[in-house]
């Protein structure tokens, strides 16, 4: 920061780190304090944002659904050591907490799930009066298959398939 000023000079903060150990909670909590911040325990307008984890974002607690209803941003707890790494206030909306079903699992489809798939080009045409469909046959087409499997996977992985 410039001219001496600590990263959270000013700036009040609330906390609601739920299940995290007493040593990581203290751990935060000191990283703030040292480096200019003021640790608030109640929800007021004097809060400048909300230090969280996303299962505490996930579970809505009272104190979430708090800051929330008086606008007070709420950000991941690695928006303080990111801010402290950077030197300076990132942007809240950069640190949003992450929701699990809003995280993406990467994992591999075995030959069995991807039988029961249907491919995009094997799904039942919908038919209109002036349109024909056309079949194609892709049994002997060994490029249409190897870019079809890669297809799969990826949407499967994407949570695309229907």
Do not use: W
């Amino acid at each position: 920061m410039e001219n001496g000023k600590l990263v959270f000079d000013g700036c009040v903060v609330a906390f609601e780190l739920g299940r995290m150990s007493m040593k990581d909670k203290a751990i935060y909590k000191k990283m703030v304090i040292l480096n200019g911040g003021r640790i608030s325990f109640i929800l007021n307008n004097k809060v400048d944002f909300m230090i969280t984890t996303g299962k505490e974002y996930e579970k809505q607690t009272h104190k979430i659904l708090s800051a929330t209803s008086k606008s007070i941003p709420i950000v991941d707890v690695g928006y303080v050591t990111k801010s402290i790494e950077k030197n300076e206030l990132l942007p809240y909306y950069l640190f949003a907490p992450k929701v699990m079903n809003e995280i993406t699992y990467e994992f591999s489809i075995s030959q069995q799930e991807k039988d029961k798939t249907i491919p995009f080009v094997k799904r039942p045409v919908i038919k209109a009066p002036d349109v024909k469909p056309i079949q194609y046959d892709d049994k002997d087409d060994k490029d249409f298959n190897l870019v079809m499997n890669h297809v799969l996977v990826k949407c499967s992985q994407n949570h695309l398939l229907y």
